[in-house]
């Protein structure tokens, strides 16, 4: 078991940008960030497999998130940049060492399913303004 500590959430304008970090108290092959929007259901940002470090992320917010690690300090980063009010939710990462996979272009990546991921963090809130 894997514990998470979200951080770096806040209040931003439109067009804005926020990182959020994700400190794991250890390692786990298979590290996603998910969120969560008041009445919606939880829904997959993006996912990054360890073991051949692939990328994936969901179409929304594809080309305006960045997934990252350091590996040393056991963080995983989110990037976000060009904010739009409908990104506004809560945002958790979560960890699990056997996850879904997906293929795109011949390579198999991590599928951010949430019932797929056995250990989260409490998560940080992100509210965009327009």
């Known amino acids: 078991q894997v514990q998470l500590q979200e951080s770096g959430g806040g209040s931003v304008q439109a067009g804005g940008s926020l990182r959020l970090s994700c400190q794991a108290s250890?390692?786990?092959?298979?590290m996603a960030w998910f969120r969560q929007a008041p009445g919606k259901e939880r829904e997959g940002v993006g996912c990054?497999?360890?073991?051949?470090?692939?990328?994936y992320y969901e179409d929304p917010v594809k080309g305006r998130f960045t997934i990252s690690q350091d590996s040393a300090k056991n963080t995983v980063y989110l990037q976000m940049t060009n904010l739009k009010p409908e990104d506004t939710a809560m945002y958790y990462c979560a960890a699990t060492e056997s996850a879904s996979k997906i293929s795109d272009g011949g390579r198999l990546y991590c599928n951010p399913i949430p019932q797929k991921f056995d250990d989260w963090g409490p998560g940080t809130q992100v509210t965009v303004s327009s």
């Open positions: 990054l497999r360890q073991d051949n470090g692939l990328i």
């Open positions: 250890g390692s786990a092959n298979f």
